[in-house]
T-cell receptor
Framework: KNEVEQSPQNLTAQEGEFITINCSYS?????LHWLQQHPGGGIVSLFM???GKKKHGRLIATINIQEKHSSLHITASHPRDSAVYIC?????????????FGKGTLLTVNP | ETGVTQTPRHLVMGMTNKKSLKCEQH?????MYWYKQSAKKPLELMFV???????ENNSVPSRFSPECPNSSHLFLHLHTLQPEDSALYLC????????????FGPGTRLTVL
């Protein structure tokens, strides 16, 4: 079982819909990252958070440390949001500094 | 513009070939990383360099050989690869290897015949 689980694996939405992607993890962490990967491979870091909530434009990321769960929300989705969204966690303490990645959620937003 | 460039973007090689992947970062960062991304699998960390010294070698086969001549450049030398090594190889950099946000390059799509 992967230490980082994302759901759903695939998500198709109509333009304008509110989207939620979930990430659950099983280890203690110092930070959680949300990344976006467009077709062709390039990865962009969207958020790094260790508590609470962050907002950037139409994107909102939340984290609940006690429940070991994070969500990425996209409001008023647009076809250009179509991409793979990846959750990654950084361990806490000792040698657990590495990022552990989820398998990603493929989002397709149709016009 | 992410500030991290990779060349080549695509590479096809035979199992007996020797080739190198190059990564360059223009962000003044101290840490650089190689990742492997195979189909249907999570990103896998291969190597980490901090201030030109290797700080992590994540059980990677010796047919992959990294080189970091300075803090702006990172190479991945490839020799006698296997078809299962076909994947997207991503380079990333960050200000500090422990805590900071990583900035990724566009990747090199490698196919081993």
């Amino acid at each position: 079982k992967n230490e980082v689980e994302q759901s759903p694996q695939n998500l198709t939405a109509q333009e304008g819909e509110f989207i939620t992607i979930n990430c659950s993890y099983s280890v203690g962490i110092s930070a959680l990252h949300w990344l976006q990967q467009h077709p062709g491979g390039g990865i962009v870091s969207l958020f790094m958070l260790s508590s609470g909530k962050k907002k950037h434009g139409r994107l909102i990321a939340t984290i609940n440390i006690q429940e070991k769960h994070s969500s990425l929300h996209i409001t008023a989705s647009h076809p250009r949001d179509s991409a793979v969204y990846i959750c990654a966690v950084r361990g806490s303490g000792g040698s657990n500094y590495k990022l552990t990645f989820g398998k990603g959620t493929l989002l397709t937003v149709n016009p | 513009e992410t500030g991290v460039t990779q060349t080549p973007r695509h590479l096809v090689m035979g199992m007996t070939n020797k080739k190198s992947l190059k990564c360059e970062q223009h962000l003044g960062h101290n840490a650089m990383y190689w990742y492997k991304q195979s189909a249907k699998k999570p990103l896998e960390l291969m190597f980490v360099y901090s201030l030109e010294e290797r700080v992590e070698n994540n059980s990677v086969p010796s047919r992959f050989s990294p080189e970091c001549p300075n803090s702006s450049h990172l190479f991945l030398h490839l020799h006698t690869l296997q078809p299962e090594d076909s994947a997207l190889y991503l380079c990333a950099s960050s200000q500090d290897w422990f805590t900071d946000t990583q900035y990724f390059g566009p990747g090199t799509r490698l196919t081993v015949l």
